[in-house]
């Protein structure tokens, strides 16, 4: 992984059973999977989310906020992303 990469939540790809995961060569050697994380490249900013694979979770505050979070620190409104699990 990128050492630049701040990751705000990471899943544990060692606990899921998966038969692809051992032939699956773009998994990190730790299992820690980035699904919330940012970074600075090139001047500019990165947010990413794997967040959110639901219509319904789309439509909630709680995503919503999330997301715009993402957007103002993009734009530099912000210092970070806001950690998610305080919103």
């Not at 699904?35 to 694979?53: A, I, K, M, R």
Request: aromatic share 6%.
């Amino acid at each position: 992984m990128n050492s630049g990469i701040k990751a705000l939540i990471s899943g544990d790809m060692r606990t899921l059973k998966n038969p692809k995961q051992a032939s699956d060569t773009g998994q990190p050697s730790n299992g820690a999977l980035p699904l919330l994380w940012y970074h600075e490249f090139d001047g500019g900013g990165v947010f990413s989310t794997c967040l959110g694979h639901k219509i319904e979770q789309h439509l909630g505050p709680v995503f919503r906020q999330h997301l715009l979070g993402g957007i103002r620190w993009v734009m530099g409104h912000t210092a970070t992303p806001p950690d998610p699990i305080s919103l």
